[in-house]
């Protein structure tokens, strides 16, 4: 797989930030061993550029005739090292994919399903957040795909951002779409690598949900949840000033039964959800949550926490690294075995291109300065083609996160 060509601009008129980037790409199609017919593109926009989506992309068919695109709106988006919050910018890649390797899809647009034509085997997703049952469409989706495995998220806007495009969460799926999901499918051909990085840290014990009534949670481990929520936090309801100090930092940390609630002692697994703590009913002793709960739901009380998020940032970023080099030294040893010649391959130059979709309650400024969250991650994978935006929730494998960044790589196989 040829490197990807990567780009990325701010300039108050969307047209010549999109100028601007093409000028890098056209410089990038020139050197030996690049992407010089590319067939997929992703587009990334700030919602300052919400009401010139359409126009935006009509003028990337026009400089890149015969690319399929897919991309999203965001209040803020991402480049190798770079994120760009709360100004106008765009941010692209294109690769070089066989085209039967890749559908483009959306609602209007479904996947195929007959037998003997294209099999889905992993898929990137971008959604409006306001559609409704979303997560059902998430996991049905999730159903579809051969290995069961989704990553992206959910397009992001401001109310008062973007001009007469203000707080319309668009995503782009070959049109500027609103409402409903969106995204490219990949067969077995095409391969990724992709981790979940975790943003909250548990304070208190993994419970089991005993009694729940939907989004309320009345028991856990049999005793009542608010008595478990006060314990674990270390409240006395006699401070009720202190109690809502407290309450109004806590999030809830959901897990499935089967599911590895930790993947460490004090740190989530990656298939931990975290959910917003709506409120309490002190009379049922019970907990309102963000999300459907059942019995047997594991569920831990959490907090955001600055150096949890950037240590397992740069966890998976080291697994990926690892895997992508065991991957590498595996073909070498395949070659070796075939009587082949060895190559000189270097791990940084075993990534293609990657795509990293972060929560919007996350980015530089929670990480400690502006782009430090993107720093992290070009620190660990070298300055790899990469894209992606700051989104209204994360997509991976069948779940809709919160406060996590999903971070994907495509290998640059040989």
């Known amino acids: 797989m040829k490197p990807f060509l990567h780009a990325h601009a701010t300039h108050p008129d969307a047209s010549m930030a999109l100028a601007l980037a093409a000028a890098q790409i056209e410089a990038q199609r020139s050197r030996p061993g690049a992407a010089a017919a590319p067939t997929l593109g992703w587009l990334y926009l700030t919602d300052h550029f919400t009401a010139d989506a359409d126009r935006l992309l009509d003028e990337a068919r026009q400089r890149w005739p015969g690319v399929s695109w897919v991309g999203a709106v ?32 959306s609602g209007t647009r479904p996947l195929p399903a007959a037998p003997g034509g294209f099999h889905a085997a992993t898929a990137q997703v971008h959604a409006d957040p306001a559609t409704a049952d979303l997560g059902e469409l998430v996991g049905e989706l999730s159903a579809r795909i051969g290995t069961g495995y989704l990553f992206g998220g959910l397009a992001s806007a401001r109310p008062d951002a973007g001009g007469d495009g203000a707080g319309r ?11 409903g999901l969106s995204g490219v499918a990949f067969d077995a051909g095409v391969a990724l690598v992709s981790r979940v990085t975790q943003g909250c840290q548990p304070v208190g014990p993994v419970r089991r949900v005993t009694e729940a009534d939907r989004n309320v949670v009345v028991a856990l481990d049999g005793r009542p949840a608010l008595d478990c929520l006060l314990g674990d936090l270390g409240i006395d309801e006699a401070s009720p000033r202190q109690a809502v100090a407290r309450l109004r930092q806590t999030l809830v940390g959901l897990s499935d039964p089967q599911d590895d609630a930790l993947a460490r002692p004090g740190q989530f697994g990656t298939d931990t959800r975290v959910r917003h703590l709506m409120g309490i009913d002190p009379g049922r002793r019970a907990l309102a949550i963000g999300d459907v ?10 907090t955001r926490h600055v150096e949890a998020a950037r240590r397992d940032l740069v966890r998976i970023c080291t ?28 791990p940084g130059a075993a990534i293609a291109g990657a795509v990293y979709v972060s929560c919007a309650g996350r980015g530089g400024p929670h990480f400690g300065g502006p782009s430090a969250e993107l720093a992290i991650v070009k620190h660990a994978l070298g300055d790899v ?4 935006f700051f989104a209204n929730g994360e997509i991976a494998r069948r779940h809709l996160y919160g406060y996590t960044g999903v971070l994907t790589v495509f290998p640059a196989v040989p």
């Open 293 to 302: 709960a059942s019995p047997g739901d594991q569920l831990a009380f959490c």
């Open 74 to 105: 965001g209040i803020g988006i991402a480049a190798s090292g770079v994120e760009y919050i709360d100004e106008p910018a765009v941010s692209l890649m294109l690769a070089e994919l066989p085209r039967e390797r890749f559908r483009v899809f």
């Open 169 to 179: 969460c668009l995503h782009i799926a070959d049109a500027v779409l609103e409402g």
């Open 319 to 346: 697994e990926i690294r690892e895997e992508l080099e065991s991957q590498a030294l595996a073909r070498e040893a395949a070659v070796a075995a075939a009587g082949g010649a060895a190559t000189d391959a270097q």
């Open 385 to 388: 083609p990469l894209v992606g």
